[in-house]
């Protein structure tokens, strides 16, 4: 549109507008025929009066309110083209216009005719009207129809205007840079203000578009309903902007700035607006389609809620709006299915804004939550309420909405509007109540919805290649881009503060309270969102290939809100009663916070089918797409081993490290999460019992039960479930990418890299690493191994020790955290010992080294994946592996020492018994004789050291043979530098191979995140052995190539 056109627009306005003032229609004539309609409803409405007299100041006042609709409707269209496309002096032509519908007398006017014509529309249609009117029932069907008509054109004109009004206030505030707020305009601003509530407008309008009567006729019907949905709009839009008014009038100093907007607050409190505001929610509930939405904030029967909203309700879609598919034509808006997507998303957000935010100010009026609550005749607290809000809105975005209809474009305004947070309390301080504590499951939920739109959105809005697109609607033009991520750092700062109040923290909470947080939060399927994201996240980061310095910020930031998430997720995921015996040493006993916590909770197992409250394909899902990344970053990291960091790479083998180091966060937290959820399956599967009381006595017996028959289990049997193969996936990833991860680090540090940025990353890596062994501890200690001995193997648990040792070398002034870090690896290395099946592997490691050639350059790129790669046929499969943890826990037993007598004289015990005990000849029995033996007895005094709480008690024997060792070894102990990270053991079969339920692509080297999840990948299982399943030819050849070749065959005979 050419500017000479806007121009034009701007010049039929002005003419326009300067006829009506010429010829005194405005505002004089117009305020006569507002006072004029409360003359005819009085007459009408008058019992006395003869009928046909009654009769025609009905007709009169219809027509009356007819014309002054069109003449405010026309005024309030004009003032905005001279705004939008005039000059500064249509400007302040506008502004005349503005101040002349301010004044007192003429708001007053306009409230008094919204109120008389509520009124007569509803005696109008009153199934006694046609008789007290003298008329038949067609002419007083019509006169009813007509009523109908006029209220609710009325009701878009009063909402029009109250919408106008209010927003040119609010423009010529915020436009206004804050030095340049003058006095003269506080003051005008303040006046309008003032009038505004005096005249009581803004409930006069809200029970108009509330009170407009239901009528059968499906002609006016229809056109009545499209009415209200707009003037609903049109009334929420001004409460939204009344807020930001008054939040910017509230930071003018001065006593009159001050009483405006408490006079404001004070209006927007009425009870016709309260009335709105509820409405607007329940039907946000209703388009999001929540079972129950009908009613439920109103406190209204369905029957009897809001007409638009049961009309809403039974059809599944918006009145006078298409959403999708044919366009209708609606009355001054262009209707393309784009275009009403935006603007009813413009709605909800208005809806929102103007509706729970509101509830804040009423909060602060009334002077507390309590208050706010039963100041409202819902009676119900609004933690229910925004809990409500916040699921619908999530639904809305994942386009759950209106049966499926309403799918909003990607580019979520509620995730970009600074809006999300605003729901959401201040946590208070201080001690609580009863209700305080029961709203804490409901806060955290609405926080898990708000999260997961803001998460969604930020995989969609930001990012790579991601580019704002053009506003679709008036909302749309104030998103901010990266707003969602202000989001999720606010909604994550009131999950973290409420979890961790003193008062009110999810470790106070009674034992039904915390499982009702956990079964909350998994219905909100966060889990489920923060897979999407990280795929998002993951495929737009290698559409980019080498990292660029502006995405270096990016993916961190994405994958740090994974972080936290993960400790959400491990904080509320339930544990089974009684499972703190069989929880490791180092994550069970030692107190660390929210652990301990959890850990002594009581069970949060759900109704009757004994599962944990975990949104579990979510989770899984999560794992399986983080366990994929580590495995490819693993195989990056592994590439740094043998070499030294080339300056030059310096920028990109960072990132690597970062990245790294945040995906171990994630594995660390969701594995912890789905180990508690298989633990109590494996119990129950056991036990055949549901209930969750009885499933804690039994899981006591058991621990005592099984220790007499270690091997038997799930050690023997395998992975049983999806969740319990996804486990080991996980389990293997973890460790994979911990042990060079954590070997680089402390190599870097060797080298005296000291840097702000190093520190960060070793404190950080040693309490990854103490949380890891710690929980693998438990899913390979005996009795209650989690994870066969295959699968423990696959996990290169002697890497991970090695790593474990160079980091312990390479830090000497972390405290606590490498005291910690000592025991969590000397009680690895004796479970690992006492392990069956591992035993002898075990062994084997620690048994002096034959000495031989170091391994070539070819072998030494060695990763994992390469190894596993090689062929299976090797002679003999441990043979280079022998003495390969001699030197590296040698090199670190001084500091053990030093840290825990006890625990350097038990790595020092172990390499004695290696050295001494020959070999079997075949590991045909299944232990390691003396050895296995000896680490079992080892690990009971520590286990129930630990469970008493104290120092481990060392039995006698162990007592003498460790002091024998010790003085003959710790003369061999002086510091050596701990040597290169061991080669990866190679196993017979691929460990991918073995898991046959979980769907994830075969091929390690697989790079696929293009979809949402991996299981909705089309995943072709290999024809041959019908074991692997792979997304793609490329990947089933590169596999072949690589390992499948060998164990094809193998596979497809078991
Ligand atoms: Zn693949
Ligand atoms: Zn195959």
């Not at 607007?280 to 369905?302: K, N, Q």
């Not at 290169?796 to 955290?817: E, K, N």
């Amino acid at each position: 549109m050419g500017s000479a056109n806007l121009d034009l627009k701007a010049r039929i306005a002005e003419s326009w507008i300067r006829a009506n003032l010429d010829a005194k229609v405005l505002p004089q004539r117009l305020t006569a025929l507002l006072s004029g309609m409360r003359r005819d409803s009085n007459a009408t409405l008058d019992s006395s009066a003869r009928p046909r007299s009654r009769t025609i100041a009905a007709q009169k006042m219809l027509f009356a309110a007819g014309a002054a609709g069109v003449l405010l409707s026309n005024i309030q269209t004009t003032s905005i083209q001279l705004v939008k496309y005039g000059t500064p002096s249509h400007l302040a032509l506008a502004a005349d216009v503005h101040a002349r519908l301010t004044e007192p007398a003429f708001l007053q006017a306009t409230a008094g005719a919204s109120r008389s014509i509520v009124v007569v529309a509803a005696f109008l249609t009153s199934p006694g009207a046609p008789r007290a009117l003298g008329l038949d029932l067609d002419d007083g069907a019509g006169i009813a129809g007509e009523a109908a008509t006029t209220c609710g054109q009325w009701a878009v004109a009063g909402a029009d205007y109250l919408r106008f009004g209010l927003q040119f206030t609010f423009d010529r505030f915020d436009r206004s840079h804050p030095q340049a707020i003058s006095p003269a305009l506080v003051e005008t601003v303040c006046d309008q203000l003032d009038a505004l509530c005096s005249s009581e407008l803004i409930p006069a309008v809200a029970a108009l578009v509330l009170d407009t009567p239901e009528i059968a006729a499906a002609a006016e019907r229809e056109r009545v309903l499209f009415a209200l949905n707009y003037a609903l709009r049109c009334t929420l839009q001004p409460m939204a902007d009344a807020q930001m008014l008054m939040a910017r009038l509230g930071d003018v100093p001065g006593p009159r700035p001050a009483a405006a907007v408490a006079c404001l607050a004070q209006a927007l409190h009425h009870p016709d607006v309260l009335r709105l505001q509820m409405a607007a929610l329940e039907r946000v509930l209703v388009h999001a389609g929540l079972e129950g939405a009908l009613g439920s904030v109103s406190g209204r029967s369905p029957e009897t809620a809001w007409w638009l909203l049961r009309e809403e309700a039974r059809l599944g879609k918006v009145c006078g709006l298409t959403i999708g598919g044919e366009p209708t034509a609606a009355p001054g808006e262009q209707n393309d299915p784009e275009h009403t997507a935006g603007w009813l998303e413009d709605d909800h957000c208005y809806a929102i804004m103007g509706s729970v935010c509101l509830w804040n100010v009423n909060e602060a009026l009334a002077g507390g939550p309590s208050s706010a609550a039963s100041g409202l005749d819902t009676g119900k607290p609004p933690s229910s309420c925004v809990t409500r809000v916040a699921e619908a809105m999530a639904r809305l975005c994942r386009g759950q909405g209106l049966a499926g209809a309403y799918t909003p474009t990607p580019e979520w305004e509620f995730a970009r509007l600074m809006l999300l947070q605003t729901l959401l309390p201040a946590v208070p301080k201080g001690p609580v109540s009863q209700a305080d504590l029961e709203s804490v499951p409901l806060w955290l939920e609405a926080a898990a919805w708000l999260l997961a739109v803001a998460v969604e959105a930020e995989a969609v809005c930001s990012g790579p290649g991601w580019v704002q697109p053009p506003p679709r609607s008036t909302l749309a033009a104030l998103a901010e881009n990266g707003c969602q991520t202000r989001n999720i750092a606010a909604v994550l700062d009131f999950m973290r503060s409420l979890m961790e109040d003193r008062h009110r923290g999810v470790a106070k909470l009674p034992a039904h309270l915390r499982a009702d947080c956990a079964s909350r939060l998994a219905r909100t399927g966060l889990a489920t969102s923060l897979d999407h994201v990280m795929r998002l996240g993951f495929a737009a980061e290698d559409r980019i290939g080498v990292p660029v310095p502006d995405t270096l910020s990016i993916a961190p930031r994405r994958v740090a809100a994974l972080v936290h998430m993960g400790k959400v997720m491990d904080v509320l995921c339930p544990v089974p009663e009684g499972s703190s015996q069989l929880m490791p040493l180092s994550a069970g006993s030692r107190g660390r916070g929210q652990h301990a916590a959890a850990g002594s909770a009581s069970s949060g197992v759900s109704g009757g089918d004994g599962s944990c409250n975990v949104d579990l394909p979510g989770l899984l899902g999560l794992l399986v797409t983080a366990s994929k990344r580590a495995g490819l970053l693993a195989t990056r990291l592994e590439v740094a081993l043998p070499t030294d960091v080339a300056p030059c790479e310096e920028e990109a083998f960072k990132e690597l490290i970062a990245s790294s180091s945040l995906l171990l966060w994630i594995l660390v937290y969701a594995t912890a999460a789905l180990e508690k959820h298989v633990l109590l399956h494996v119990l129950l599967a056991r036990h055949e019992t549901v209930d969750a009381a009885a499933a804690a006595v039994k899981a006591a017996q058991l621990s005592a039960a099984a220790a007499v028959a270690p091997a038997a289990g799930t050690a023997a049997v395998g992975c049983v479930s999806e969740a319990h193969e996804v486990l080991a996936l996980a389990s293997r990833a973890t460790c994979t990418l911990a042990a060079p991860l954590a070997f680089l680090v402390a190599r870097r540090r060797e080298a005296l890299l000291r840097t702000e940025w190093e520190n960060g990353l070793c404190m950080t890596l040693l309490v990854q690493l103490e949380m890891i062994l710690g929980h693998m501890l438990c899913r390979w200690r005996p009795p209650h191994a989690l994870l066969p001995a295959a699968q423990l193997l696959a996990c290169q648990p002697h890497r991970l020790i090695a790593s474990v040792c160079a980091m312990l070398r390479a830090t000497a002034d972390f405290g606590q955290a490498d005291r910690d870090l000592a025991v969590g690896l000397v009680s690895a290395l004796v479970a690992l010992a006492a392990r069956d099946g591992v035993s002898d592997y075990a062994k084997e490691w620690l048994s002096p080294a034959v000495e031989q050639p170091e391994p070539a350059s070819s072998s030494a790129a060695g990763s994992a994946t390469a190894a596993e790669a090689a062929s299976s046929a090797t002679a003999d499969l441990a043979q280079p592996l022998r003495g390969c943890l001699v030197k590296p826990l040698l090199a670190v037993v001084p500091r053990l020492v030093e840290l825990s007598p006890t625990c350097g004289g038990y790595v020092l015990l172990l390499l004695k018994l290696a050295e001494e005990t020959p070999l079997p000849a075949s590991s045909g029995d299944g232990g390691g004789g003396d050895f296995c033996c000896t680490a079992t007895n080892i690990l009971g005094s520590m286990v129930e050291g630990s469970e008493a709480g104290g120092r481990p008690e060392v039995p006698e024997v162990i007592s003498r043979a460790l002091q024998a060792a010790s003085t003959v070894l710790l003369e061999g102990c002086a510091p050596a530098p701990v040597g290169p990270l061991p080669p990866a053991l190679v196993l017979e079969a691929s460990p991918a191979a073995a898991l046959r339920r979980v769907r994830v692509c075969g091929n390690p080297d697989c790079a696929n995140f293009g979809r949402a999840a991996e299981c909705r990948l089309d995943l072709k299982r290999c024809a041959g052995c019908k074991a692997v399943r792979y997304c793609g030819a490329e990947c089933q050849r590169a596999h072949w190539r690589a390992a499948h070749k060998g164990e094809c065959a193998k596979l497809a005979g078991e």
